[in-house]
């Protein structure tokens, strides 16, 4: 488990919770309490419950008010980007939440710390937790400060690796050629890394790492959507 106090975090966070328990139980995995034989209502499930239902009104609407014009099926689409566990659990390392997490002592041993799915339940009960806390407005600022940034690259998570092969049928047509190949695993078999590479036309572009390889292959995907974003793709394959 992690020994850092909760409000090292919220200062880190730039918000003062009036009730410090509601972030510690925003941050107690249900590993923990498990572990603990604490009552259901002491693990981060009930406010990460909340937590993404704020997070999805919040980017909605901010979505609907930035886009007069955007058709319903693209807002969609859009939210699911910005939403997505990837873009949570970036989020949540980017404030270091991986830090204060609470696990159990088995799910510690397995990399729980650094898996995004964790990170991800943990990053939306902590907006739950802000919105108990302290109202709409500040769970708002809280994500506009951290989900509702650089968008455009953002916008690139949703399905990857199916956006990364139509651009490149676009320039090539049938002769496309996207491979991704697992070139590293490591960890032990009840917690393997994997790192996969991601080539087009036999030229490697980037790499992914993650606990499973359908996910490896979509960061690989998306670190080159990012790279060959608003770029020829045939001058970067000369």
């Given at each position: 488990?992690?020994?850092?106090?909760?409000?090292?975090?919220?200062?880190?966070?730039?918000?003062?919770?009036?009730?410090?328990?509601?972030?510690?139980?925003?941050?107690?995995h249900?590993?923990?309490?498990?572990?603990?034989?604490?009552?259901?209502?002491?693990?981060?499930?009930r406010l990460e419950f909340?937590?993404?239902?704020?997070?999805e009104?919040?980017?909605?609407?901010?979505?609907f008010?930035?886009?007069?014009?955007?058709p319903?099926?693209n807002?969609?689409t859009?939210?699911?980007?910005?939403v997505c566990e990837?873009?949570?659990?970036d989020?949540?390392?980017?404030?270091?939440l991986?830090?204060?997490v609470r696990?159990g002592?088995g799910?510690?041993?397995?990399?729980?710390?650094?898996r995004?799915?964790?990170?991800?339940d943990?990053?939306?009960?902590?907006i739950?937790?802000?919105?108990?806390?302290?109202?709409?407005?500040?769970?708002?600022?809280f994500v506009?400060?951290?989900?509702?940034t650089?968008?455009e690259?953002?916008?690139?998570?949703h399905?990857?690796?199916s956006?990364?092969?139509?651009?490149?049928q676009?320039?090539?047509h049938?002769?496309s050629?996207?491979?991704?190949?697992?070139?590293?695993e490591t960890?032990?078999?009840?917690a393997?890394?994997f790192?996969?590479s991601c080539?087009?036309?036999?030229?490697?572009?980037?790499v992914g790492?993650?606990?499973?390889?359908?996910?490896?292959?979509?960061?690989?995907?998306?670190?080159?959507?990012?790279?060959?974003?608003?770029k020829?793709?045939?001058?970067?394959l000369?």
């Amino acid at each position: 488990m992690s020994k850092l106090n909760p409000e090292l975090f919220s200062e880190g966070i730039n918000y003062r919770f009036s009730d410090i328990s509601m972030l510690e139980n925003a941050l107690n995995h249900s590993s923990y309490s498990n572990e603990r034989n604490l009552p259901y209502t002491a693990n981060n499930e009930r406010l990460e419950f909340l937590g993404d239902a704020v997070l999805e009104l919040i980017v909605s609407r901010f979505i609907f008010t930035h886009n007069p014009d955007m058709p319903e099926g693209n807002m969609t689409t859009l939210r699911a980007s910005l939403v997505c566990e990837q873009s949570l659990a970036d989020a949540a390392r980017q404030i270091g939440l991986e830090q204060y997490v609470r696990l159990g002592r088995g799910e510690e041993k397995t990399g729980g710390r650094h898996r995004d799915s964790i990170l991800s339940d943990a990053f939306e009960a902590v907006i739950g937790a802000i919105y108990l806390d302290g109202g709409l407005e500040e769970a708002e600022r809280f994500v506009t400060t951290y989900i509702l940034t650089d968008i455009e690259s953002k916008s690139l998570y949703h399905d990857c690796k199916s956006k990364l092969q139509e651009i490149v049928q676009e320039f090539f047509h049938e002769n496309s050629d996207i491979a991704y190949e697992v070139i590293e695993e490591t960890g032990p078999a009840h917690a393997k890394i994997f790192t996969v590479s991601c080539r087009i036309q036999g030229h490697e572009f980037s790499v992914g790492t993650a606990h499973t390889k359908k996910k490896a292959e979509q960061e690989a995907a998306y670190k080159t959507l990012v790279r060959i974003k608003d770029k020829d793709l045939p001058s970067l394959l000369s």
